[in-house]
């Protein structure tokens, strides 16, 4: 933006340019807490449920933003993507690669937020394997944001992206170098005291009176 140009005349731009970077945040946050929880460590007492929690909150602040960042773009008079452009991969005809990667990976934000409300339906094996897409959802978002976003060649982002980034791959390469989980075994079935055989207590002698 030219430092001549009026910000009023840029209301719808500026606000889908804020809540993706909202996103983007909310996003990583999410997905480092995900990884965080999945790996295999010691923890203090209730630690797991916090971390647990403070990820499905962070997955629906950046399902909102995602759903401001699109909606808001209806209103740019400049754009004007349309419905499709928003909704459809490769509709628009602005940046289309880069701004198909975003909508296929707010699609699957969706399917990975809403899936908090599922998962006794789904299973606790069958939800984690769901949710591997999370990473996924991550590489999408950052690549949206330098092929599409008009802040991509900035310091500013590029750097919050580096400090933001590092800690996820960090922790994907720890995560991945952890062998699998075992699968859990069957409860067994309880034991029952050994019956004492019939000559053993026919040989009890009776109490003293």
Do not use: C
Request: hydrophobic share 50%.
């Amino acid at each position: 933006m030219r430092p001549d140009t009026n910000p009023l005349d840029h209301v719808w731009w500026l606000l889908s340019r804020t809540a993706g970077i909202v996103a983007l945040l909310a996003i990583t946050a999410s997905v480092g807490l995900g990884l965080w929880a999945s790996i295999r460590a010691k923890r203090r007492p209730g630690m797991a449920v916090a971390m647990r929690g403070a990820h499905e909150h962070l997955a629906l602040v950046g399902l909102v933003s995602i759903a401001v960042h699109g909606v808001a773009l209806l209103g740019d008079p400049w754009l004007r993507p349309g419905v499709s452009g928003i909704a459809v991969p490769f509709e628009i005809g602005y940046r289309t690669v880069w701004v198909a990667a975003g909508i296929t990976g707010g699609y699957l934000a969706a399917l990975l937020g809403l899936s908090f409300y599922v998962r006794r339906h789904l299973g606790a094996a069958r939800w984690r394997r769901v949710h591997r897409l999370a990473s996924l959802v991550y590489v999408l978002a950052v690549a949206h944001t330098l092929g599409a976003g008009t802040d991509a060649g900035t310091p500013w982002l590029r750097s919050l992206m580096i400090v933001t980034g590092a800690p996820i791959i960090a922790l994907f390469l720890i995560r991945v170098s952890q062998p699998a989980r075992p699968a859990p075994q069957g409860r067994r079935p309880a034991r029952t005291p050994a019956r004492e055989p019939a000559s053993a207590a026919g040989s009890r002698s009776p109490a003293l009176p």
